[in-house]
């Protein structure tokens, strides 16, 4: 199962970071993950909110460029290797992983964010060998 | 349609009419202009050495420099009484450069811009927006009149206020637009933000361009934002010649027609001031052959081009002139590289996924010069590759275009500035450049 991911386009420049913030809280948008990758230049800020939609059109209004993109939440036991072996998994399917961050740790499990290629195929797979991910309205919880 | 038959003499009845009105110019300037009487004695040129259209090179030559130094009406050959009309440039560098206008004068700027108007396909029926700043500048008033001399409705609008520009578009049924290039832009973007489609809720099936470069990429981003079927043409001028008028382009968009009948071009190696053969790339120089206020003879333009004597299929046997790459005073050297911000433009606009704005920033980096260019994306993504893919682009096609290194920048939608008249897109910090 998939979930909606809000991304932003960001400038490397003082302060720009908490605009988004400033204008997600504004909008009354929470954040629940965050991942930053970036060169000297500029940066793409990918976030797990409350509502990624509303939140994307907050930050267009302000000039900013956002975009929702579908990721998968998986969720790991506390398990030395539980990561490794499901993107081993992943790759044998010929699925490649362009990035991935962690969303939270629990004291049963912890999720992480993965965005893959074949989206919907990663999904199956991970549903055939019973790997669990977070439906949106688990996420809706947290 | 053709406005006049002088735009399709043949070469011949063209260098008469050439030839008379230089002859005549030349006598009146020599008694009339003290400044210009000196440089023709100093060079040992009497008025009737001009014996023949080849002549004109014997000539000294008239800059900006010297407007500046006659300020205001010092190259002047009529008494000011007689002037109907004064206009002047922005003058952003010391004293603006001041020009005159008597009745016979504005008599010819209208007919000139009447003729390019219609080269650029207006008609008496069109409703023609102009969305140049009235006042000093000559942009407005010179394609106001030209316009509604062969019969067009004028909107005078002016610059500013972009939503009612484009209000007064949609309820008044504007049909041909005026404006540079990047308001042009500009009015497309503010009409998509307030729910405009002006491809469909809008008439404009012309657009006249000018006082700003159009390359040929920004003609194409205009056609994208303003429609395939939109003719859209570039004319040429400046106030010392006179205002918009010198030359325009028809619909087979070969280059500028000249008004050759009012003005001699040349064009001269830059360096050594020498004439070049027809074709060849260099400096435009342009004398005025029927004005009465301020006949500038051989004057320099800045402007690099070429001239094609070739007819053109539209008809008019003018000779015409490249579209301009670059004026020289916007050539920016960056570590002994001559770079034209239009080369930077067309490299802007062929990069997918970014908007039109750009700047170019030039900075002393040390010993050398640094160059940055800031681009806004256009299509927001969440994939770094991409990101990457476009400043690799642009930064690829810059080195194999101009040979340097660029650093890009990436901006979110609308972060650079945007223009209603000139755009202005260059920011040279060096020192003492």
Redo the contacts between chains.
Sequence with gaps: MTVK?L?V???NRRGRLGEVLHFLKENHVSILSMSL?D?S??G?L?LIVNDPEKGCRALEKE?????V?DVIIIKLPHVAGALQGILELISENDIDI??AYGLSVEAEDATIVV?TSQIEKACAVLKENGIGTMSPEELSKL | MIWSKNETLSREEIEAIQLERLQETVHRVYEKVAPYRKKMDDMGVKPDDIKSLKDLSKLPFVTKQDLRDNYPYGLFAVPKEELLRIHASSGTTGKPTVVGYTKGDMDVWTECVSRIACAGGATSTDFAQICFGYGMFTGALGLHYGLENIGATIIPSSTGNSEKQLMYMKDFGTTLLVATPSYALRLAEVAREIGIDVKKDLKVKIGLVGSELLTDAMREEMHRYWGDDMIITSNYGMSELMGPGVSGECEYLNGMHINEDFFIPEIIDPETGEVLPAGEKGELVITCIKKEALPLIRYRTRDITRLMYEPCACGRTTCRMENLQGRSDDMLKIRGVNVFPGQIEEVVLSVEGLGPHYEIVVERDGYSDKLTIRVE?A??????KE??RI?RDIKNKLRVVLGLDA?????????LARFEGKAKRIRDLRKGV
Aim: net charge negative.
């Design positions: 991911q991304s386009f960001i400038e990758a060169t230049e500029f793409l990918r000039g900013f460029m956002g975009t993109t362009e990035y965005k | 994306l299509k927001a993504t969440d994939s770094f990101l990457e400043e650093k890009i920048k990436l901006e979110s939608p609308n972060t």
